[in-house]
């Protein structure tokens, strides 16, 4: 049996008023997810639990079948675990975001513009995070440089217990009431402060005003967390697994569970990425793994711009260029498989952030004949299928058949 998960980050939505009520799901022209959801299970999947924050982390953390209120140490480490870096058990992953604010003299009176500083490129933030370096870098706090607006902060022998807000959390939002506090929240926010200063007038940000480019002009801390430990996912599961993702965060799971990470010429964060190329890179994978995880950034990234049309695009070229591939090479050939088709949250386009709703998904396996049902929200909770964890659906998934 081969196991495949297809999970479009963010994919889930609240009606939507220029749809007429209806969601991006709905409207969406699907037509392989919804043979599929026809044909399959579908359902509706408590991916966050009660008490823990709506973010990617928990929710793939869930979907991959572990369970987040027992092995989630916070969401930097992951990524940190992804770019290569070696923690300490006294030290502290902080995620850096290179972010757009507006230009209010006072620092705590600016708004969050873009909390991906105009979704700045690879080798530009490389620059702006060169900056952040040679100013704020020394034995207690070393940075390292990520993908676009996503970087990392060590800080070393160091303690949890400063607050933090994720920026996608406050899109369009005034800063003010959502700064660093706690144990180094001075420090931190001062080190945020500073940050504007070097980076507001740094060329790269000049040139990219000038070619009406938002500038990435401070960078943005949060989402501490002590170094991670994960099950190997074989050990766990009983079969091998792979990952594909362009996220840091996701890639960082991967490699805590002991999977094999591939990386696919590409492959963003965004609704530019090589849809196709991670199918095909997941059909090489399963000559040789029995479980291959694609994760697909676009529709959260959508979700958190507001952008309603490129979230179905997102949608479309996942159902077009993923799911339509795979299924007919996997039904040429003679093995059995499964797929799981589903968001890890839902990021609604009205509020530009996660939130801990129930998502939708469709299990089906080869041969089944099942819901009749189109997929979406509405018809999912229909069902009356409902699993109350994602570690739960996963053993449904990797163990139900």
Known sequence: ?????????????????????????????KPNIDRLSRLGELG???????????????ANLAVMGYDPQKCYTGRSPLEALSMGVKMADDDLAVRCNLVTLSGEERYEDK???????????????????????????DELHEFIAGVSYRHCMIRHHSATGTTYTPPHDISDKPIKGHLPGGRYGEEVLAMMKRSYEILKDHPVN?????????????????????????ENFERRWGIKGAVISAVDLVKGIGMGAGMQVIEVKGATADYHTNFAGK??????????????????????ECGHQGDLAHKIYSIEQIDEKVVKYIVERLDA??????????PDHPTPLKLKTHVSDPVPY??????????????????????????????ALAKHFLQGR
């Open 362 to 391: 469709v299990l089906y396996r080869r041969g089944d004949k099942g819901s009749g049902m189109a997929y979406c929200e509405e018809n999912a909770a229909k069902g009356g299928i409902y699993y109350a964890s994602g570690e």
């Open 1 to 29: 049996m081969k196991y495949v998960v297809i999970l479009g980050d963010g994919m889930a939505d609240h009606p939507v008023d220029e749809l007429g009520g209806k969601t991006p799901l709905q409207v969406a022209n």
């Open 44 to 58: 509706l999947v408590k991916t966050v639990p009660e008490g823990m924050k709506p973010g990617s982390d928990v």
């Open 333 to 342: 050939g003679k093995e059995d498989y499964s797929l799981l088709i589903m």
């Open 111 to 137: 708004t969050m513009v873009d909390y991906s500083g105009g979704e700045i490129s690879t080798p530009e933030a490389a620059e702006l995070m060169a900056a952040v370096r040679a100013e704020f870098g």
């Open 206 to 230: 000049k040139k990219r005003e000038a070619e009406g480019k938002r500038p990435a002009n401070s960078i943005w801390l949060w989402g501490e967390g002590t170094r991670p430990a994960l």
């Open 279 to 300: 199918a095909q890179a997941a059909l090489d994978a399963l000559k040789e793994r029995d479980y291959v995880y694609i994760h697909m950034e676009a529709p959260d």
